[in-house]
Each structure stands twice: as structure tokens, then as C-alpha cells.
């Protein structure tokens, strides 16, 4: 993905949508995941509990690019890729979808299965978006600052103007923060504390990561 952030699934959330044609039943069942393992234990949870079903037909999108898809005993690129399309078309990633048929007994043709897997999936997506599980994820970079307890409060002010947030407060001897910055944002941070500590290095950056904030 690009510096610029990526939606998900809100952790240990799973949003279902369905659609229904000629007696056949679509359920679409997302969630998040954040590795291939994890979107293969989310297929096969979904196959499990949807044993008696005709077909269970993923497709995944990693943040870092990968993605997957698979037909399922569809005909070719009737199910898997048109799910697949929902969520990069909705600017998903770190998520799996599995959308299960129950077969209603008459054949729906090549055009009518990509509308009704296509028509599941938005369903999904549609229902995630309109309970709030949608998480925005920003490229994110995390500051640890030791200080003296005197500089406690002007650094957690700084902190706030800098536009970051003390995601921890650890009070020993000394005060140790957790910041958490926007990418490039810690850097003007950094540099108000290390004029406020007379030169001394009492912030450090660590490496950027997607999160939400």
C-alpha cells in the first residue's frame, strides 16, 4: 500500500451481506487479517461452518499487495476475481472474504454468478461501512522520550501541538512516554524536546508502522 494509509476491518470484527437469485443463496462473510496464514484460517472456518455448502469462494488482500482469489468449482473467473474487485474497488486490504453458495437449483450462467457474488460482497462492504467497522490505518511513527518529571507536563503539551498523542506513561525514577506521530510529524517534535533538553537526546523515533489513528 502507499504511505498515504489504507481502510480495514476493525479488529475482531466479521460483517456478513447477502443476496439472494433464483432460490440460490449468497453470503458474503468478512473480516480482517493480517497475513496469508490468517486469511487461510478465516477460508477454512468458514468452509467448517459451511459445510453443506456448494461452494465457499475467497479472496484476500494483504496490505503490503498480495491478494488471492479462487473460483471454488465456479466457472472461471465467475466468483473469485468479481469478489476480489469488490474490495479493491472499496480501497480494502488486510481482509478475507468468503462468500458462500447454497444452490438453489438453477443454473444463474456466467453473468448472473459475477452480479451475485459481486452483489454479496458490496453487501458486506455496504454493512461494514454502515456499523462503523471500517478502520482507517495511517503510517504511523512511535516516539520514546525519558525525562525528568519537571519537563512532564511542557513535553506532553508539545506532544498534543505537534499533533501526536502519550499512548503510554510509565512514572519510575524518571517519566518514560510513548508518542505516537503521524509519519514525519514526530520529527518536529523530536527536535522542540532536544532544544528543550539543552542538546540532550531524550526523544527517540522509532520505525514507522500502519496503525490506526
Do not use: K
Not at 476475481?81 to 472474504?97: F, H, I, Q, S, Y
Not at 462492504?125 to 495511517?138: C, P, S
Amino acid at each position: 500500500m502507499t504511505g498515504e494509509g489504507y481502510r480495514t476491518l476493525r479488529a475482531g470484527v466479521e460483517v456478513t451481506g447477502e443476496f439472494e437469485d433464483r432460490r440460490s443463496r449468497f453470503i458474503a462473510q468478512l473480516r480482517r487479517v493480517g497475513s496469508e496464514a490468517e486469511a487461510e484460517a478465516f477460508v477454512a472456518e468458514v468452509r467448517a461452518r459451511h459445510h453443506d455448502a456448494r461452494h465457499n469462494v475467497p479472496a484476500w488482500i494483504l496490505a503490503d499487495g498480495r491478494e488471492r482469489c479462487s473460483d471454488d468449482g465456479e466457472p472461471s473467473r465467475t466468483s473469485g476475481m468479481p469478489t476480489l474487485e469488490v474490495l479493491r474497488g472499496a480501497g480494502l486490504a488486510d481482509v478475507c472474504c468468503v462468500v458462500t453458495r447454497y444452490f438453489g437449483g438453477t443454473l444463474l450462467g456466467p453473468g448472473g454468478l459475477v452480479r451475485a457474488y459481486t452483489a454479496a460482497t458490496q453487501a458486506a462492504v455496504a454493512a461494514a461501512e454502515r456499523d462503523g467497522a471500517i478502520a482507517e490505518m495511517t503510517l504511523v511513527c512511535p516516539v520514546r522520550v525519558q525525562l525528568p518529571y519537571a519537563l512532564y507536563d511542557r513535553v506532553t503539551r508539545m506532544c498534543a501541538d505537534a499533533g501526536g498523542r502519550v499512548t503510554e506513561s510509565l512514572f519510575t525514577e524518571d517519566v518514560q512516554l510513548t508518542c505516537l506521530f503521524r509519519a514525519g510529524d514526530e520529527e518536529r517534535f523530536c527536535s522542540a524536546v532536544y532544544e528543550l533538553a539543552g542538546g540532550e537526546e531524550l526523544a527517540r523515533a522509532g520505525e514507522p508502522r500502519f496503525a490506526e489513528f
